[in-house]
């Protein structure tokens, strides 16, 4: 199923780089996955495309996903499928507030999400578990549409930058930094990087840098490392000792701008926000501003001649102020929902139907 348009441009931020002290000598550039698409981009896209696909054939009607309660990937969820013709259920989990978690759930109420609040991550499970025995076929969506299915997705994505190196749009990047949540992006990534002969080539190595932004042990090397596998096997990928090794080297996890855990802003986060915008870039306090943050740390530290790449899964702000223009109003949502995202009690039975 065909959401996005592609290649998505590479850009230079050399406005971002002299804001956060870079030297001039070293290249830092963006992937900009927030134009995946003009109707709502963001990394969630080229995920979906795989996941909706096998939703139909599946036979499925509804789709149940899973995500806080400010979760881009509801919301894209939502927006998509619904366009799809299923019908779309999400299970809420918590999420420290702010102002950008409270557009998102008006955003997902605009495009239709049926939600289900929970009060804690450990009610996830039970919910979701009635979601997908309350009627008819449904197909689950894993948090961040982080499947083998979904993450094909970014290993087309490595295809294409490895096409734009090739045809000279950008420096083979030294490091591609990327948010690391639920890890498809990821791990979709690193096996498209390996495929197209990136991990193996090249003085230094190029190396993956995965910036945390959920607590481990969602969020880990081991995780995104498994998830690369199932998709090496899935793409019939000779899995040998040389395979696993490059994977393994090309592959850290930089813990260093979680902070106090998933949702909870960073001072390095709020930097990275002022000097992506100088480039003409936003970025959100959840993921992208940390994993910016991290960008900008490598190429501050990098050699001159180095070329940094960071890769941008927001969708961009015009498209969503537009779901935005046509939402409710937030005193009109659901009272669980509205208890959700002021970090309030959900009330009882509110979620678990």
Not at 34 to 60: F, M, P, Q
Not at 219 to 243: F, N, P, V, Y
């Amino acid at each position: 199923m065909r959401l996005g348009s592609y290649p998505t441009p590479v850009t230079p931020m050399p406005a971002a780089a002299r804001a956060a002290g870079v030297r001039p000598e070293v290249a830092l550039w963006c992937k900009r996955d927030d134009l995946t698409s003009a109707t709502y981009g963001g990394n969630k896209v080229r995920k979906l495309e795989h996941l909706l696909d096998e939703a139909a054939e599946s036979g499925a009607k509804r789709i149940v996903t899973i995500g806080a309660i400010g979760s881009h990937h509801m919301l894209a969820t939502a927006l998509y499928g619904g366009r799809a013709g299923f019908v779309v259920e999400g299970v809420l989990a918590p999420q420290p507030w702010s102002p950008h978690v409270e557009e998102v759930a008006r955003a997902q109420a605009a495009v239709g999400l049926v939600p289900f609040p929970v009060p804690s991550f450990g009610a996830v499970a039970i919910a979701v578990a009635r979601r997908l025995v309350a009627r008819g076929k449904t197909y689950l969506v894993p948090p961040g549409g982080s499947s083998i299915t979904g993450s094909l997705g970014y290993v087309e994505a490595a295809r294409e930058l490895a096409e734009q190196i090739a045809r000279g749009e950008l420096p083979r990047p030294r490091t591609i930094v990327v948010a690391l949540g639920s890890g498809g992006t990821a791990a979709g990534l690193l096996v498209g990087l390996a495929r197209a002969g990136l991990l193996g080539r090249g003085a230094p190595p190029l190396e993956l840098v995965a910036v945390q932004v959920v607590d481990p042990p969602l969020a880990s090397a081991t995780a995104t490392l498994a998830l690369s596998l199932g998709l090496a096997r899935r793409l019939s990928m000779t899995i040998d000792r040389q395979l696993l090794s490059a994977m393994n080297r090309a592959l850290r996890v930089e813990r260093a701008f979680l902070g106090e855990g998933y949702g909870h802003p960073i001072a390095a986060g709020g930097q990275a926000i002022a000097a992506a915008r100088a480039d003409g870039l936003e970025l959100d306090p959840t993921y992208t501003a940390k994993a910016f943050a991290g960008a900008l740390a490598l190429a501050r530290k990098a050699s001159p001649g180095e070329s940094v790449l960071y890769w941008h899964t927001l969708a961009a702000p015009g498209p969503f102020q537009a779901l935005l223009d046509g939402a409710p109003a937030f005193d009109a949502l659901p009272a669980g929902v509205q208890a959700l995202a002021l970090g309030k009690p959900v009330p009882r039975g509110a979620g678990v139907r």
